[in-house]
């Protein structure tokens, strides 16, 4: 930390994770890259980085009590379902929801999505979603949380609306009234933006939401790494988040949904695991969550997201959101004083997360990334998967830092130093 | 990575000065490709007349390698026979699918040889291909139309 003194913005930087201690779990932090350089990894947003203890616990269970779960009478598979249920414990209780039962395990954000999209097609009654009814999202989702409304809107005859954006990055909520209706059936929007890193006032629009007795889909995928979550104060009906970027691996991820809304949204994927009884004419289902868990589930991947939520845990959320904070706010800082980079979203570290898209005058966000990944500096370059955010702002794509718990104000530095050098190196003033 | 080798000065000089740039008439074919990794665009038009490439133009938003690569393009095909023009798309498609180690032919290729550091980068090689393939598949609409 000798470089906080050194900036002299030790007092701005209060909040800060101790990053040394940190940094240590994380073993890729210390490998080289090639040219023999250290790795400044600034793709959080993308995926997370993975600690020891996670690694750990997944090779434990492999090496150790790997069976399938909720089949097996034996001794592996009576370990293997204890493991595996405890990590829907742990997340459960790390979301503050009300029941273990209300925590779905997915593939990832995207499944989990898809699974409320698709069963909203194939639900009756009140949930029955028909021509006339309407889904509102915002326009800065990502491709996740807006194909998948598209597709049930265009196959249901029902339209599709949607939340602008005001110039500053933030949601345009003057016509909240006029556009959650009567006829609003869905409300989905994102809690935390992957591009403009905007935080979206989430319970406010639940309420309106409510009132019109919409459903509100919230996607947290940026949301619950960053930020303590209680889904329950949220005012959600269903939340959905991935495991990678909890410093968990892949191949999971979460959809929390309040238990009378999974008991009343039908099945999912049909198969073993799903079903009460099985007939050759007819089967009968389970009840949440294994109604929506169809097939052998993600079980090492659950071991290794409960170990994530412990290690976040460890942390401390309330910790971790301070220390994203004042990283993203001294990142602000300094990018804000580059000649010709513009940031895109919100430019004070106010409801804002940790991520910072930008565009420079004159260089294209490959050309940026390519010379950064020259310098070990790993950002994203392209379009976020968020298009319609990108096109708003009149862009066809952007360059994104992204900052997580083992980022450090020397890696923001770092950072500053090659867009400067980008910007020798292609001769733009 | 060695970033001179992806990063050519005829490579930069092309990208801050392309050659051919802008959409003009008259043309026969007139298509849009996308990068949809990073949502680069190509809008490209190609005029044929009697078998001879006699304009190619074209308005890109996307990265130094995609743009300095359609400028190449246009410099190297314009003028040539829809053939041989054919022959040398194979070549650079060929060039940019060897990992590096194919030895291109500098007569074929001209300046396009710059672009051999290119394959080393499999991110990048999309950003080279963008233009190329835009004007494959216009040139074939135009020579498909004026067959019909």
Not at chain 1, 250 to 278: C, K, Q, S
Not at chain 2, 19 to 48: I, K, W, Y
Not at chain 2, 93 to 104: D, F, I, K, N, Y
Request: aromatic share 6%.
């Amino acid at each position: 930390m000798t470089l906080l003194s050194a900036s002299g913005d030790t007092a701005r930087l209060s909040g800060l994770l101790d990053t040394d201690r940190v940094r240590a779990d994380f073993p890729i932090l210390s490998r080289r890259l090639d040219g023999d350089r250290p790795l400044v990894y600034l793709d959080s947003a993308n995926t997370s980085q993975k600690p020891q203890q996670v690694i750990d616990a997944m090779v434990e269970h492999y090496a150790m009590h790997n069976a399938n779960v909720a089949r097996a009478v034996h001794q592996l598979g009576a370990e293997s379902t204890a493991a595996f249920e405890g990590a829907r414990d742990t997340v459960a209780a790390f979301i503050g929801a009300e029941s273990r039962d209300e925590i779905v395990f997915t593939k990832n954000s995207t499944e989990a999505l898809n699974l409320v999209a698709n069963t909203l097609m194939w639900a009756r009654g009140d949930l029955a979603i028909g021509p006339g009814d309407e889904v509102v999202i915002t326009e800065m989702e990502h491709h996740s949380n807006i194909v998948p409304w598209q597709l049930l809107t265009q196959r249901k005859g029902a339209t599709l609306r949607w939340f602008g954006l005001t110039d500053e990055g933030r949601l345009d909520l003057s016509d909240m009234d006029s556009l959650i209706t009567e006829r609003t059936k869905v409300v989905s929007v994102v809690w935390v933006s992957n591009m403009l890193g905007t935080v979206n006032p989430v319970a406010e629009i639940a309420r309106r939401a409510h009132e019109v007795g919409a459903l509100v889909v919230v996607d947290a995928s940026q949301a619950v790494p960053q930020m303590p979550v209680d889904v329950v104060a949220l005012g959600a009906d269903l939340v959905a988040f991935t495991g990678h970027k909890v410093v968990g691996p892949t191949g999971i991820g979460v959809l929390w949904g309040r238990g009378d809304v999974l008991t009343a949204l039908p099945p999912f994927h049909g198969g073993g695991n799903m079903i009460e009884n099985v007939t050759m004419a007819v089967s009968t289902y389970a009840s949440a969550p294994s109604k929506f868990e169809a097939g052998t589930p993600p079980i090492a991947q659950a071991v290794g997201l409960g170990a994530a939520l412990d290690y976040l845990g460890s942390l401390g959320m309330d910790n971790v959101a301070a220390h994203e904070h004042a990283i993203t706010a001294y990142a602000l800082e300094q990018l804000r004083d580059i000649r010709g980079l513009t940031i895109l979203g919100p430019t004070e570290a106010v409801d804002r997360g940790g991520a910072v898209s930008f565009e420079i005058d004159g260089l294209h966000p490959h050309d940026v990334s390519q010379l950064l990944d020259s310098l070990g500096i790993a950002v994203r370059a392209g379009h976020h998967c968020a298009k319609p955010a990108h096109a708003r702002f009149g862009v066809q794509s952007s360059t994104r830092a992204s900052f997580y718990v083992y980022t450090t104000p020397a890696e923001v530095d770092a950072l500053v130093e090659g867009i400067e050098h980008t910007k020798r190196f292609f001769k733009v003033a | 990575m060695d970033l001179e080798s992806l990063y050519q000065e005829i490579i930069l000089d092309h990208y801050r000065a392309p050659h051919h740039a802008g959409l003009r008439e008259p043309f026969e074919a007139e298509v849009r490709h996308v990068n949809p990794t990073c949502g680069d665009e190509v809008t490209l038009r190609v005029h044929v007349v009697d078998g001879v490439v006699e304009d190619v133009s074209y308005d890109v938003e996307g990265c130094s390698i995609s743009q300095a690569s359609t400028s190449v393009l246009a410099d190297l095909l314009i003028g040539k026979q829809v053939d041989d023009a054919m022959l040398v798309h194979e070549a650079f498609l060929e060039l940019m699918q060897s990992r590096g180690q194919v030895e291109p032919d500098e007569d074929l290729l001209e300046d396009a040889v710059a672009f051999a550091g290119v394959s080393k980068f499999p991110a990048r090689i999309k950003c080279a291909l963008l233009g190329w393939m835009a004007w494959k598949d216009a040139t074939a609409r135009a020579v498909a139309d004026v067959e019909v």
